[in-house]
């Protein structure tokens, strides 16, 4: 079973910027397509990024589009995430999960990672 890692969250002012990091140790991530998705309490798991498993296609959901960029590196097993110009808006919890053909539906989470927008 596919076991994803997602690390890089932390408290970060508006405007401030953020990398994380999916990575994962027993299985070859580049045979997965990959899915960044963000859960803020009370609320509904949001799809906001995803990469193929080449890096050829990435698609974004509106609300991070031109701040955020998804990317991989397949050596080293590892899909990131580059948060810019964060806003407060932002603070969610943040997993990346298996997404098949990045249709928004993920498997094998992670746990996630907390970002906090804060001044």
């Known amino acids: 079973q596919l076991h994803l890692v997602e690390s890089g969250g932390g408290l970060v002012q508006p405007g401030g910027s953020l990398r994380l990091s999916c990575a994962a140790s027993?299985?070859?991530?580049?045979?997965?397509?990959i899915g960044w998705f963000r859960q803020v309490p009370g609320k509904e798991r949001e799809g906001i990024s995803c990469i193929t498993g080449s890096g050829g296609y990435t698609t974004y959901v509106d609300s991070v589009k031109g701040r955020f960029t998804v990317s991989r590196d397949n050596a080293k097993n590892t899909v990131y995430l580059q948060m810019n110009s964060l806003k407060p808006e932002d603070t969610a919890v943040y997993y990346c999960?298996?997404?098949?053909?990045?249709?928004?539906?993920?498997?094998?989470w992670g746990k996630g990672t907390l970002v906090t927008v804060s001044s």
């Open positions: 027993e299985f070859t991530l580049g045979y997965y397509d």
């Open positions: 999960a298996a997404d098949p053909d990045c249709s928004g539906v993920g498997n094998y």
